[in-house]
């Protein structure tokens, strides 16, 4: 069957496509830095926080350890900060936990929808369109940012990975939304800013696949999973879509 114009149902992922959450990274890292190493002895929060950015990059580019911190972020956070401090001579696991739910406390407050995410959620409900989220990470972390936002309104269904026991781009997440919503393949898109989960498995299952290119980075060369359309924001989502 060929793909739908116009989709019955839109699994649509949160983080990164409806909820900013990378923004205050930089800020919350500094600050918690500044405000608990600042009057360590031979420790130059400076210095802590440019050894953090260093590991945090290099500890999230290993496929293994992002599927450990979906599990436990802070605990993930407080690994980065250990590494960082003990390339500065220090072995303060106290002060890294310490640093690292600072950290998390400061990042979870800076988070915010992306402009105009809700209101394309609103739109498309409207049009009698079924959407179901699906998010990959652990199940409180991921339900506090759904209710602070008030998005369980606008979906039938929900997914969340710590929950459901596995996440994308596990085909059982797919197959799970489409059954929750009534829908086949050929009428449901999804949607999202992560290439191996809202394209390649999407596509693979045969859904049209709409990527978030939010840094218009474009598709790495020979990429063999081309998505239905492209986007640089959700509220360019409806625009997708007939005139209602």
């Not at 350890?65 to 436990?72: K, N, Y």
């Not at 106290?94 to 640093?99: E, H, P, Q, S």
């Not at 999804?190 to 049209?208: K, T």
């Amino acid at each position: 069957m060929s793909e739908a114009a116009s989709p019955r149902a839109i699994l649509v992922d949160l983080d990164e496509t409806i909820v900013d959450i990378t923004s205050g990274i930089r800020d919350s890292w500094r600050s918690a830095c500044v405000d608990l190493a600042g009057g360590v002895a031979g420790l130059d929060a400076d210095h802590l926080f440019d050894a953090v950015l260093r590991f945090d990059a290099s500890f999230w580019s290993d496929p293994s350890f992002d599927r450990e911190a979906r599990r436990d972020q802070r605990a993930a956070a407080a690994r980065i900060v250990q590494a960082a401090l003990s390339s500065l001579g220090h072995d303060r696991p106290d002060l890294a936990r310490a640093i690292a739910h600072a950290y998390r406390d400061r990042r979870e407050r800076a988070m915010r929808p992306f402009p105009g995410a809700i209101d394309a959620l609103a739109d498309l409900r409207a049009r009698g369109i079924r959407l179901a989220l699906l998010t990959n990470g652990a199940g409180p972390s991921q339900r506090a940012k759904i209710e602070r936002f008030h998005l369980t309104r606008y979906f039938r269904y929900i997914l969340i990975e710590g929950e459901f026991g596995v996440g994308k781009p596990d085909e059982r997440v797919y197959h799970a939304a489409m059954r929750a919503l009534g829908a086949q393949p050929s009428e449901t898109w999804m949607v999202g800013d992560n290439l191996e989960w809202e394209v390649v498995a999407p596509r693979r299952l045969g859904l049209g696949a709409v990527w978030v290119d939010r840094r218009g980075a474009g598709l790495p060369p020979d990429f063999p999973f081309a998505p239905t359309h492209v986007i640089a924001a959700l509220h360019q989502l409806p625009g997708l879509l007939p005139p209602s």
